[in-house]
């Protein structure tokens, strides 16, 4: 599957059962770029959503494909590490109180590869950066 | 003679108009088109924080304490801050309506900062850089630098409600000493995330911080930061903590704001007294350069990727171009997309190369 999650300056996701930020730029980024494959989420999200042709499903990191993509904002995702090919994260450059961080790690490069990175105007974020990691096992 | 006169009515002018001027920022901040916020000045309301102590969010919400006591905060264990009351606020928002107003308390008789309160919505922020601040003296205020803080200088003039949301700038009201961690890392990312929130989606935040001291103390031992959204009754922020005014390496003394080393970092750092306000302002300034410069290096260094090419990428024309194609001056900055990766991947995401620079 491919992951996509919003992260602060330190792996932040939620804080207080809440998530940290949101943008509708990064909102309609993600619909760009998962248009004509199937974009899982689960209840939490689906105000994000709303209206958008999207699969919600509580089970999403269960039941997504190889080519699926799966938008998480409060799950833990580390015991899914060997079905995740692709990480996409969009970082808000700020710092939120976090209590509730991303799990997976991407940092070993002999594992995960940078792919690309872009740098975009958020509606209520000055920069926000979009990378994208693949899945490449050298070991 | 007459030109004494003369001198003496046109300072009387200026006075005039100078007083009337301050009054008419003071009481609204908005243009015309805009519903102006209410600002208003009250006392700290004299409740006895205890009482809540053992009550549950739900049988205390409607009260606000806006005193608490040391007592009734958990010892600092290393995090910048703590969650008090299941992070629920005290106050209720259904006695507020969703309206943007501040308020500040007055000082009390040792010049301290009382509990300040504010409707954050988008018409109350700031629309300007944030302005000089130097000219207010907190009590407690101490202008003494550690090499090893974050910017150097142990303390900060501290917002209680901070300058993005409210566009306060010397506001004594709202000032107080508090230490570089409380500031950044205790405050900032609460302040962050409720600017953020009202900016994107337009609605309002309930927000009251309450500075809490130890008796006569002048320096604050911390303060209780509360939040809540109104529109959608909390489900975008809703947050109940304390922020330590603490910083490690440093014993400070709250009663007088003076403060050492400690013992563990004595061994290891040195200690730099600032005794003019010059020194200081110079001081900061370069390491405000320095940081910078190491910032912006780091986040160049991070984009780019090895094997692959930078390009900029205009999101309404679906072009992409060298970063250095005259094309690119002319762009409007919310279209425009720094890209780091390869050039089949732009390709692939529906863009076409330039014909100009021809990427």
Redesign the interface.
């Known amino acids: 599957m491919k992951l996509i999650v919003c992260l602060d300056d330190k792996n932040g996701m939620l ?2 059962h ?1 998530r ?5 730029n990064v909102t309609a980024d993600i619909l760009a770029m998962t248009a004509g494959s199937r974009l899982y989420i689960n209840a939490y999200s689906a105000p994000l959503f709303e209206g958008q042709a999207v699969t919600v499903a509580e089970d999403m990191l269960s039941l997504a494909n190889e080519e699926d993509y799966c938008f998480v904002e409060n799950l833990h995702v580390a015991e899914y590490a060997d079905r995740i090919k692709e990480v996409i994260l969009y970082k ?1 450059n ?5 209590d509730f961080f991303f799990d997976l790690d991407i940092t070993d490069p002999r594992q995960w590869q ?8 958020g ?3 000055e920069t926000i ?1 979009k990378e ?1 990691y693949i899945y490449a096992d050298k070991n | 003679m007459q030109t004494r006169i003369k001198k003496l009515l046109v300072l009387l002018l200026s006075l005039c108009l100078l007083f009337s001027g301050c009054a008419g920022i003071e009481a609204t901040k908005n243009t015309a088109e805009e519903p102006a916020v209410t600002k208003s000045e009250s006392t700290a309301p004299k409740t006895d924080p205890t009482e809540f102590a053992n009550e549950t969010p739900a049988e205390s919400a409607s009260k606000a304490p806006a005193t608490f006591s040391p007592d009734q905060i958990p010892a600092y264990a290393d995090d910048p801050f703590i969650a008090l009351h299941n992070n629920e606020p005290y106050f209720d928002i259904a006695d507020y309506a969703a309206k943007s107003f501040e308020t500040y308390s007055e000082l009390d008789e040792l010049g301290r900062c009382g509990t300040v309160m504010a409707c954050v919505g988008k018409d109350l922020m700031p629309t300007e850089k944030r302005g000089n601040i130097s000219s207010v003296k907190p009590s407690g205020w101490h202008s003494v630098q550690y090499d090893f803080v974050d910017g150097g200088s142990l303390y900060n003039r501290c917002h209680l409600i901070g300058y993005q949301l409210s566009g306060e700038n010397a506001n004594e009201r709202n000032l107080i000493t508090g230490t570089r961690s409380m500031n950044t890392e205790g405050m900032l990312p609460f302040e962050n995330m409720v600017a953020d929130y009202v900016k994107e989606t337009g609605n309002h935040v309930l927000y009251r911080v309450t500075p809490v001291f130890q008796g006569n103390d002048l320096v604050a031992r911390g303060v209780v930061m509360e939040a809540k959204s109104m529109e959608d009754n909390g489900d975008g922020v809703c947050f109940c903590v304390f922020a330590y005014n603490n910083e490690p390496g440093v014993t400070i003394d709250y009663a007088t704001g003076a403060s050492t080393l400690s013992s563990a970092s004595a061994a290891t750092t040195t200690q730099k007294q600032t005794t003019t306000q010059k020194q200081t302002t110079t001081q900061n300034q370069t390491t405000t350069k320095k940081q910078t410069t190491t910032q912006k290096q780091t986040t160049t260094k991070k984009t780019v990727l090895t094997g692959t090419g930078s390009y900029i990428l205009n999101t309404n024309t679906k072009k992409f171009h060298n970063p250095s194609c005259s094309s690119v001056k002319q762009m409007n900055e919310s279209n425009k997309w720094e890209y780091s990766g390869s050039r089949e991947e732009i390709i692939g995401m529906g863009y076409d190369p330039c014909k100009r620079c021809n990427p």
């Open positions: 804080f207080n809440r940290q930020s949101r943008d509708q808000w700020r710092r939120y109180p976090g940078l792919s690309s990175a872009v740098k975009f105007a509606n209520s974020h950066t994208r």
